[in-house]
């Protein structure tokens, strides 16, 4: 927790003081080992980044007072679409991308996504944004990035798909494709990705039918969680 | 496992018949559910890539009969040096290292390196292969990465790492450093990272003296685990 992530319902007084219990506290206490006086970076959900000067601290209450003085890191220029991976590797991608500064992120089916992964309470609202928000934490941002659930493969690429890529570089990850991910492409990406085992060829030729290019980052097959920061880290 | 790598003590025949038990097994019954006359990936651990065709599966035992056509994928020119991590990212950081080719991983102690991690199980020599192994089988590679463990800065440092540098560029990643992480460099590469929380200015001073360039990947603060796989993409 590199900034200290304040939400609309804390309730920041006129004053800007806060007072935080639960996790924030306890990472305060244990992690940062903080005591009255010291400043500790903050954010604002939705909002700007600052400072918060310790008033009290004690096992029950952190009370601050937080001050605002720039804003957030710029976002990703970039819609992430990734066929759902299991419940544990997602909860790490989600994080993954949020710290990135991804703010688009489709979640869709896919012929070799296993049907249970859609029953995972991790993909609870909640469950999917307490990721989202480890994420900002950690690269001290705070734009919450959004989350589409497409559990119906055909109807999202036919219907949705064209609308989403407008203007946007489309780009498919394929183990078989022929062409690099390109470097610094300075351009908006829309990114998709497929399972553990890709894309079947129906799915890529869809895809691909949209506008898409398929690409792939060298020889070798990588993991979900491993594919996502290192085709990020390429593409801007 | 998307090659499954066999072990000198597997005892090939003569015929490059090889029986397989435990987790090989395992994954090929409930993974691959392979039946006789299937064909798998395979490789042998520091040789060749090829093709095992299934004689016998049973609960008990893989018989199958292996050839190898052609070599593992080129190895990354990187010595990764990495302040040990937390022990459950360095077995994820370990892995995603292992699969994107890095042949030498240095884990080095710095200030900000809890001591307890240097007495984790994790670091026992067969808990680090087994990583590296799941990473080679991931990326269908077969050449296992070295790893050093280094639990005293200072004399690494300064006896080890000039050595090490030599004919290399470099780079010690650094959430202040000014300059961006080079792309695309087309050389042998030293990469040093920093514990979570940074190295401390001596650390870095140090580091730098021996004629590493400061460099980071954008103004966000990364995980290791995100960082590494995001920088490795930058660099090659």
């Known amino acids: 927790m590199n900034l200290i992530l304040l939400l609309p319902d804390d309730g920041i007084d006129g004053n800007g003081r806060v007072q935080l219990r639960g996790r924030r506290l306890k990472h305060v206490l244990e992690v940062h080992r903080a005591a009255a006086g010291d400043e500790l970076r903050v ?9 918060g000067r310790v008033l009290l601290l004690t096992p029950d209450v952190l009370e601050m007072e937080v001050r605002f003085d720039r804003t957030a890191p710029p976002p990703l220029p970039l ?24 703010k ?13 992964y859609w029953q ?11 990721q989202l928000l480890l ?3 950690q690269a001290q941002d705070t734009l919450l990035p959004e989350i589409l659930l497409r559990p119906l493969f055909k109807p999202f690429v036919e219907d ?7 203007n946007t570089l489309p780009l498919v990850a394929h183990p078989n494709a022929i062409a690099e991910c390109p470097r610094n492409t300075g351009r908006e990406v829309t990114l998709a990705i497929g399972p ?3 894309f079947i060829p129906y799915e890529v030729e869809k895809i691909a039918g949209c506008g898409f290019t398929p690409i792939r980052l060298g020889e070798r097959i990588l ?14």
């Open 135 to 137: 994420g900002l934490e």
């Open 104 to 116: 688009r992120i489709v979640l869709l089916n896919a012929r070799r996504v296993e049907k249970s």
């Open 196 to 198: 553990e085992g890709g």
């Open 79 to 102: 819609t992430l679409i990734l066929a759902l991976p299991r419940p544990k590797a997602l909860r790490r991608v989600l994080r993954t991308a949020s710290s990135m500064g991804v």
């Open 120 to 130: 995972s309470p991790y993909l609870e609202t909640k469950a999917l944004t307490e």
């Open 43 to 51: 954010g604002m959900l939705g909002g700007g980044i600052g400072r």
């Open 223 to 236: 993991s979900t969680e491993t594919v996502v920061p290192a085709l990020l880290a390429r593409l801007f």
């Open 160 to 166: 949705e798909l064209p609308g989403l890529i407008r």
